[in-house]
């Protein structure tokens, strides 16, 4: 039986004739690539060399039609015909044979416009850009819902973790209840190497770049701005809100010491930069921060580079999904798994995938309202009636003291350590707290504040 | 533009006019439940009670049509209309009305046939039925590709854990290497409990039953049989080729003591229920039984009912995928999600997903071609020369020793227990040694063999 859709401009005419029936042989589907560095050349890599296989899965010829790339006469890793290279964006973005825009560049602008350019000359997208999607994600996806073409990107977050595919299609008879994650592989590896060799934080990031882990300036991931681009994408999809990265609670990893990775795991603790969303009713909670997390979790469990995301939901109960998180090869595992995914949708002569409908109404609460546990590494004067003025201090605030440790001491100058965990307490009232702790007299410092995970 | 394609006769119709116009609000999509038990209560139960959001979220409306049931006047815990139960397959199956068809009941007949009338009726097929799908599903999956319908099995292995989505769509730009799971629940908690508390096998497998965990009957469980029909759907869809529950080589827990677990963790390891299966040039191996798993692997901390699928292509590396493999609940997210999956592809009015095609060629290696490495636990006599005779038989059998460790003596008749691991053997030759030992003088019982994964 025939049947008849609308379908999109570009895409259609191609797989199917005037008369009607899809021609037995499609043309191949153009594809344009933006970046060839660590991600882009893998993925040229895998479709220059596993054309055939490619093809077959996609069900239609995939050709690699131009690359863009900043300097065309750049001696490269892979083996690439000089001919598919171009330093014009316009030979991509403004190409009428090309049909799929794929780009692995990375960073904010120029990218956001070359991916608007694509979208508004009528080509579906696949992008590895977490960025750009964090911060224009609803934006670009309406752009492309208007042109009747496709964003994909699997490959924003999480490396080859099937993240997105998972929230759209696999849990989509769930209300998602929350996602927990560590997904940011530099701050991990960090950590890490912090906790199992005792490394001051700097001589740690020194490790990770010389280990390949951590950019020269690693300020995105060690700030925790690199997991707050990812969870912004993962809440947003997660509930279906627009959720902005600066709506996002967020602190780094700068402040944590070798000695609160021996204190947390003398509590059963390890130290992890997480990110985490939780549903609340009519809001949603999101932050990114380091916290304590029992050694019990599985989130305590993530190694190196590695990411994992928890997610809940009503009906699935609790998902774990493991594996590296970024990365040249699992990259551009999720980059051509999108490709084969919308070559499939293209070659059926149809719409892509649903559209996303993002709920306005739903917003983030504020931080000090969401309810946490903490950690506190107070130092203080070794004498009597310091404990009492702490203690009164939390109880004033209405924190709970779950545990109450006092650690070495220091003779030379009369000072000891007191570790403090507490129940869950509303942050505002743990940040009081802690101001007014560090303005008692017999108090030095409130050297460490860490949520308890 | 409008674009024409060729679509399912059952479906087409309803979604476009003759015009060649998408109708702007399309007719329900009807769908039969077959089974209303653990899982099919959970299925009726969201789609009647959360309508509204899992048809926004299918872009049609999804409308219970009918319910086949054993006894349609038994008491049921939930809120259903009798009207729409039926005790009369054909008024699913043959009901013109009905355009889907999820069958939850499980078992291999009369599913197999409920599934292929529902085929050949032009209706497309939800399944949680591994039983079917392993010994089945390539010749079920081309009857629906030659009716122009699909058939969606999501649910059939590890419940709610996204893992044929994960293979057909995120990980097709791969090749699948290997894939190792703990895959089968009532086993996983089995073991858990002879572990933990040291329960003989028999006390364990009453404590499954009486939590829920383990049929009246437990043997396909016990006997690996059910980890067998998951491995073969999961080896199926990762190497494309057909492989049948019978191909693969299968053992139970039945053979474990609770001593083996206190050698194990003494040695490092866990012992497990292991499904696994790895890519050799023009074959698979492909394999379920106990195993020795080393306590640094994930797989050795999947607890009670949970599953864990590891799987790993060339070019994303190892992913990890955890989650509740049974139950009402995720089976139902499962069957549920592959319903809004389905119902996206109807409503756009073409074709469904691509078909499968499976290689013929690959076959599946013997067992006794397979490198792995073993644990041995045997009682000796406890006097001069016994290490000598073992040893001799190892060496003749060009299998090389890992460890080898005296326990426990028996004063009462003389005997010591010896346990013994391997580095990786031919299994031949590993099965050749464990007889060979046996038929020795003063070996009284190779008393376990168990693989270390």
Known sequence: MLVVSLAPAADGAKY???????????????VGLIGLGTVGSQVAERMLSWGPQLSRRAGVELCLQKVLVRDVAKRRTIEISPDLLTADPSEILENPAVEVVMEVAGGDEPMRSYIERAIHAGKHVITANKVVMAKHGPELLDAAAGK?????FEAAVGGGIPL?????????????????????????????????????????????????????????DIGGFDATYKLAILASIAYEIKVRPDEIYREGIEGIEPVDFRYARELGYAIKLIAHTQRHPGRVEARVHPA????????????????????EGDLVGQV??????????PTASAVV?????????????????????????????????????????????????????IGQVFAEEGVSISSFIQKDAWSHDMTVE???????SLEASLQKARERMARLEPVHAVSAFLRVF
């Not at 493991?322 to 090869?329: D, T």
């Open 418 to 424: 007191l570790v403090v965990t507490t129940h869950p």
């Open 148 to 152: 009747n073409v496709d964003v994909y």
């Open 16 to 30: 199917a004739s005037e008369l009607g029936v899809v021609t037995s042989a499609p043309r191949p589907l153009n």
């Open 337 to 389: 798994g999108d490709l084969i995914d919308l070559a499939r949708s293209i070659r059926r002569g149809v719409q892509s995938r649903p559209s996303f409908s993002f709920d306005d109404r739903v917003g983030v609460i504020p931080i000090g309202e969401v309810k946490t546990r903490a950690y506190y590494r107070i130092r203080v004067d070794d004498r009597p009636g310091v404990l009492a003025a």
């Open 164 to 220: 997105i595919s998972t929230f759209r299609t696999d849990l989509q008879a769930n209300r998602i209840e929350r996602v927990s994650a560590v997904i940011n592989g530099t701050t991990n590896y960090v950590l890490g190497r912090m906790a199992s060799a005792g490394l001051p934080m700097a001589d740690a990031v020194r490790e990770a770049q010389e280990a390949g882990y951590a950019e020269a300036d690693p300020s995105d």
């Open 292 to 311: 304590l997390v029992s050694l019990e979790h599985p989130l305590a469990r993530v190694e190196g580079a590695e990411n994992a995301v928890f997610v």
């Open 320 to 329: 774990l999904l493991v594996g590296q998180g970024a990365g040249g090869r």
